[in-house]
């Protein structure tokens, strides 16, 4: 798959929601490492146990970590697929040409 050329002034938000002793979450962050090393990507993580995180894991009724959100849209959670984030990111990026909002 060919990976839009974007300049690195328009990286995709990526805000992962983790806990302490997530199971998926340790492959959460190998998966946004690999997919950030072909995107420009800015990876936030934010603690579920936080109040912060507990208000935005409420918002989407996360039924347990990670939960991925894409440029403050909610993407996933549990087990991250690698392939699906990669397409979706690719779409975001060709469609928006790296002006988002």
Known sequence: MAVPQLSAA???RLLLVVSPGCGFCGHA???LARVGADFPC???E???TTGDGRALADTVRLPFPPGLW?????FG???ISERKLRSHLA???????????
């Open 29 to 31: 962050k190998t998966v």
């Open 70 to 74: 894409v440029d403050g849209h909610f």
């Open 91 to 101: 779409h975001l990026l060709a469609t928006t040409g790296g002006s988002r909002s």
């Open 77 to 79: 959670y549990g087990r």
């Open 10 to 12: 328009a990286p995709v």
């Open 46 to 48: 934010l603690d579920l």
């Open 42 to 44: 800015a990876l936030e």
